[in-house]
C-alpha cells in the first residue's frame, strides 16, 4: 500500500492507497509545534482505525507546500514505517511539460494536481485548488503547465476582515442565500466573501479560456474550500476533493516505473 501526505498551510491530507483504489483519507491540523512523535502516534491511530497495519505501507510520496513541517513530517513518516519516502520536487518526473520562469518552484500540490488532471479529465484543463490561498493554474491542450494566479482563501479572508475592523463581526460562511444584498453585517460580509470569489475566479476562467490552446477546458476544483469557493460560479466546474491524493499516486508510480502518464 502507499502512503500519500499532501502538506499545506492549514492542514496535512493524508491517504493509503491499495493500487489505485483510496482506501481511506483523513486530514490533520497543521501544526509546526507539533514533534515527529506525535505526528506519528497521529498517523499510526488513523491507520490502526482504519484497519491498515503499518506493516502494509510500502511507499510513500509526500508533497509540501511549507519547509518547517517537511521535515517533521518525514521524520514521522520514518518514525510510523521503514518504507522508502519519495517527496514531490526538483528531479521528480511529472509527465508534462511546465513553462513558467522557475519551474523547480512549482508547488508540489499543483503539480499532484496537474497529474491528476491530465489522467482523469486531459487536456486541456483548468485546475482550482482552494485552501488557505485560491490558485488557479491553467494546462494547454499540448499537455504544458502555463502558470496560474493567486487569490486571497475565503477562510483568511474572513478573519483579515475582523481582525483588521473594530465593528464587524466573526462569521461564518455556511448559509446557502441567493440574494446579493445582506440585510446584517454579518450577511453583507457572507454574500461579499462568497459571491466576490466567485466573480474572481469566474473572471479568470473567461480569460484562462480565451488564451490560445484553452479553448474547451475541463476545470476541476479541489482543496478544503473548493465547495464554497466555486459554489456561486457561472461555469461548469468540476469538484474532486481527492485530487491531490490521487496526484500523490500517480507521480509515485510515474517515478517508480517510468511509465509516461
Given at each position: 500500500?502507499?502512503?500519500?501526505?499532501?502538506i499545506g498551510?492549514?492542514?496535512?491530507?493524508?491517504?493509503v492507497?491499495d493500487?489505485?483504489t483510496?482506501?481511506?483519507?483523513?486530514?490533520?491540523?497543521?501544526?509546526?509545534e507539533?514533534?515527529?512523535d506525535e505526528?506519528a502516534?497521529?498517523?499510526?491511530?488513523?491507520l490502526?482505525?482504519?484497519?491498515?497495519?503499518?506493516?502494509?505501507?510500502?511507499?510513500?510520496?509526500m508533497?509540501s507546500?511549507?519547509?518547517?513541517?517537511?521535515?517533521?513530517?518525514k521524520?514521522a513518516?520514518?518514525?510510523?514505517?521503514?518504507?522508502p519516502?519519495?517527496?514531490v520536487?526538483?528531479g521528480v518526473?511529472?509527465?508534462?511539460?511546465?513553462?513558467i520562469?522557475?519551474?523547480?518552484q512549482?508547488?508540489?500540490?499543483?503539480?499532484?494536481?496537474?497529474?491528476?488532471?491530465?489522467?482523469e479529465?486531459g487536456?486541456?484543463a483548468?485546475?482550482?485548488?482552494?485552501g488557505?490561498?485560491?490558485?488557479l493554474?491553467?494546462v494547454?491542450?499540448?499537455?504544458?503547465?502555463?502558470?496560474?494566479c493567486i487569490?486571497?482563501?475565503?477562510?483568511?479572508?474572513?478573519q483579515l476582515m475582523?481582525?483588521?475592523?473594530?465593528?464587524?463581526?466573526?462569521i461564518?460562511?455556511?448559509g446557502?442565500?441567493?440574494?446579493?444584498i445582506?440585510?446584517?453585517s454579518a450577511?453583507?460580509?457572507?454574500?461579499?466573501?462568497?459571491?466576490?470569489?466567485a466573480m474572481?475566479?469566474d473572471?479568470f476562467?473567461?480569460?484562462?479560456?480565451?488564451?490560445?490552446?484553452?479553448?474547451?477546458?475541463?476545470i476541476?476544483?479541489?482543496g478544503?474550500s473548493?465547495?464554497?469557493?466555486?459554489d456561486?460560479?457561472?461555469?461548469?466546474i468540476?469538484?474532486?476533493?481527492d485530487?491531490?491524493l490521487k496526484?500523490l499516486r500517480?507521480?509515485?508510480?510515474?517515478?517508480q516505473k517510468?511509465?509516461r502518464?
Open positions: 500500500m502507499l502512503l500519500t501526505l499532501d498551510n492549514s492542514n496535512i491530507a493524508l491517504g492507497f493500487g489505485q483510496l482506501r481511506f483519507r483523513a486530514k490533520l491540523s497543521a501544526a509546526t507539533r514533534s515527529a505526528y502516534a497521529l498517523m499510526y491511530d488513523l490502526r482505525i482504519n484497519r491498515i497495519p503499518r506493516e502494509s505501507i510500502q511507499g510513500c510520496m508533497g507546500v511549507v519547509p518547517r513541517l517537511t521535515g517533521l513530517v521524520e513518516v520514518g518514525i510510523l514505517t521503514s518504507a519516502v519519495l517527496q520536487g526538483p518526473k511529472t509527465g508534462f511539460r511546465i513553462r520562469d522557475d519551474p523547480s512549482l508547488g508540489a500540490d499543483l503539480a499532484a494536481d496537474t497529474a491528476a488532471v491530465l489522467a479529465y487536456a486541456p483548468i485546475l482550482i485548488d482552494a488557505t490561498v485560491t490558485t493554474a491553467a494547454d491542450r499540448d499537455r504544458t503547465y502555463l502558470g496560474g487569490l486571497p482563501g475565503l477562510y483568511s479572508s474572513a475582523k481582525s483588521a475592523t473594530a465593528l464587524l463581526p466573526a461564518s460562511l455556511s446557502g442565500e441567493e440574494q446579493v445582506g440585510k446584517n450577511d453583507a460580509m457572507r454574500l461579499g466573501l462568497l459571491y466576490g470569489s474572481m475566479v473572471g476562467l473567461d480569460r484562462f479560456l480565451a488564451m490560445d490552446g484553452m479553448a474547451g477546458a475541463n476541476v476544483a479541489t478544503g473548493a465547495e464554497l469557493a466555486t456561486k460560479c457561472r461555469h461548469t468540476h469538484l474532486d476533493r485530487l491531490t496526484g500517480l507521480l509515485y508510480e510515474l517515478n517510468g511509465k502518464l
